[in-house]
């Protein structure tokens, strides 16, 4: 079963960057697909972006795009995301998700990071 483990957030300045890296543990990585998800203080869990096993990007979620970029190493087990232009509204524990090709829902997760963008 494989296992994810998030890193890299922190406490950022509006208009900073951060790169939150996803590394995963266990056989065939590169055979799932990984999403990063967030939830702030409040609100339901958002989806924000996945990519699949080749690297192709399947969709960014609106409020990110053009200042969010996901990418995978399948040689390091790691996914991705550059976030970029942080906004407060970013503010929120981030979570990255796997699933196998034919899955509907995301069986596996990692245990989150906290990303604060301060204003």
């Known amino acids: 079963q494989l296992q994810l483990v998030e890193s890299g957030g922190g406490l950022v300045q509006a208009g900073g960057s951060l790169r939150l890296s996803c590394v995963a543990s266990?056989?065939?990585?590169?055979?799932?697909?990984v999403a990063w998800f967030r939830q702030a203080p409040g609100r339901e869990r958002e989806y924000v972006t996945s990519?699949?096993?080749?690297?192709?990007?399947?969709r960014y979620a609106d409020s990110v795009k053009g200042r969010f970029t996901i990418s995978r190493d399948n040689l390091e087990n790691t996914v991705y995301l550059q976030m970029n232009d942080l906004e407060p509204e970013d503010t929120a524990v981030y979570s990255c998700?796997?699933?196998?090709?034919?899955?509907?829902?995301?069986?596996?997760w990692g245990q989150g990071t906290q990303v604060t963008v301060s204003s």
């Open positions: 990519i699949l096993p080749s690297g192709g990007v399947l």
């Open positions: 998700a796997a699933k196998g090709r034919f899955e509907t829902q995301w069986p596996i």
């Open positions: 266990g056989r065939l990585f590169s055979n799932y697909i």
